[in-house]
């Protein structure tokens, strides 16, 4: 495998690997979530993931990427911009196009071998654009804001697959199925469906270089966020989780308020929960 030095949701991932710490990948759609990640980034020391979805590509369209791409590349500390859940093959076409530094090739909906096919398509085209890809082996179950939710049965990742899968691949990320599904978690939580000896044992098949990523994460426990980061999780997803008090806000607020102060004050409300995770990772004070 040729390792893209140059490319920053590896660079981010690599130091966070070797840094015993993990990095937040935080899935946003509108500029307050853009402004609240950088902030909290900033404001933490800490390195950053913003992920959009197919969604932004096509509603704001690709100049709202390159705006993302702008601010986060212009921050005091390292942000990427990455595209989480690219379930279309003309979405991965077009997200080549775009201002990414590093895309989720979502092929879960394909068997194995279709799967290692395409991915392996899309890998060789991004090398080319300096864009790494983030690829998903098994099926997680369950939707969340911004990736449809497909009538299909979860499958787990078997570990010795997952490390045939990344070298047959190149994927320079891996998001396994351990029983993590896109929340919300149904009764007894993340601890009721989770299988940590199935997560270390791709962790260890696929050799501790690959950073492998944490999807389905609402809401879940921190010393569960820390039992993941033992057994290989590198890049941990937020989405709802981190969003939730700024709907509170804005709920709150937006009969009350302008415009402005409702956008002002919501980034702060936004970044200060993003900020707490930030802890939680270990990403605080390491950029
Ligand atoms: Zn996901």
Redesign the pocket.
């Known amino acids: 495998m040729v390792y893209p030095e140059d490319n920053r949701t590896w660079q981010i991932l690599q130091a966070a690997r070797k840094g015993g710490y993990a990095v937040g990948g935080f899935c946003v759609y509108n500029v307050e979530g853009v402004l609240a990640v950088i902030k909290a980034a900033e404001r933490c020391r800490s390195p950053a993931i913003i992920q959009l979805f197919p969604w932004s590509m096509h509603f704001q369209g690709p100049a709202f990427v390159k705006y993302v791409a702008d601010v986060a590349h212009a921050a005091k500390v390292p942000v990427a911009v990455h595209l ?2 690219c379930l279309q093959p003309t979405d991965a076409d077009l997200a080549l196009t775009c201002a990414f530094d590093s895309i989720m090739v979502d092929g879960s909906m394909f068997e194995e071998e279709e799967n290692i096919r395409y991915v392996k398509s899309i890998v060789e085209r991004a090398t080319e654009r300096n864009i790494t890809i983030e690829a998903e082996l098994g099926r ?1 179950e369950g939707g969340e804001d911004g ?1 449809p939710f497909l009538e299909l049965e979860q499958v787990l990742t078997k570990p010795q697959d997952a490390a045939r899968f990344v070298r047959e691949t190149g994927t320079h990320f891996l998001a396994p199925s351990f029983g993590n599904v ?1 929340g919300p978690y149904g009764p007894g939580g993340a601890e009721a469906y989770w299988q940590l000896d199935r997560l270390e044992s791709i962790h260890k098949e696929v050799g501790v270089e690959v950073p492998l990523v944490l ?2 994460t609402h809401p879940l426990s921190d010393e569960l966020v820390h039992a993941s980061m033992q057994r290989g999780m590198v890049k941990i ?1 937020q989405n709802r989780n981190v969003r939730l008090e700024y709907h509170k806000y804005v709920e709150d607020n937006c009969a009350s308020k302008e415009l402005t102060a409702l956008q002002t004050e919501g980034v702060e409300v936004y970044s200060h929960e993003i900020e707490r995770m930030m802890g939680v990772f270990g990403s605080a004070g390491k950029a």
Request: overall charge negative; glycine content about 12%; hydrophobic content about 25%.
């Open positions: 989480d859940h997680m990736i896109h999807h389905g997803n």
